[in-house]
């Protein structure tokens, strides 16, 4: 069975660091281009970063850009997520996501893409 075990979230002050990991099995990890998504307390889920199978290319939604790294270690089957200068509106569930198919570049931001959710890490930025 597929699994995507997140880990890493937590309480952080505004201005400080946090990283995301996602552990993946039941698949082969590097068929996937994998994703973070994130939902905010009364928001819709919302892309976060997109990563390609081999890691070669990455998409961030512009909230983030300069701020976040998405990277992978396939050998890991994981995928991480560098959240640094975070703000109080980064507050949210953060999600990775597993993608094999899609062909459409303009689909990769839509959760509808994604075949595999994890369960969400809670991230909370104070200020």
């Avoid at 507050?91 to 959710?117: F, G, K, L, N, S």
Wanted: proline fraction near 2%; hydrophobic fraction near 35%.
């Amino acid at each position: 069975q597929v699994q995507l075990v997140e880990s890493g979230g937590g309480l952080v002050q505004a201005g400080g660091s946090l990283r995301l990991s996602c552990v993946a099995s039941g698949l082969t990890f590097s068929n996937y281009h994998m994703g973070w998504f994130r939902q905010g307390p009364g928001k819709e889920r919302e892309f976060v970063a997109r990563i390609t199978r081999g890691g070669v290319n990455t998409y961030y939604a512009d909230s983030v850009k300069g701020r976040f790294t998405i990277s992978r270690d396939n050998a890991k089957n994981t995928v991480y997520l560098q959240m640094d200068s975070l703000k109080p509106e980064d507050t949210a569930v953060y999600y990775c996501a597993a993608d094999r198919i899609t062909a459409v570049a303009a689909q990769i931001y839509r959760p509808e893409t994604y075949d595999y959710w994890g369960q969400g890490t809670q991230v909370t930025v104070s200020s």
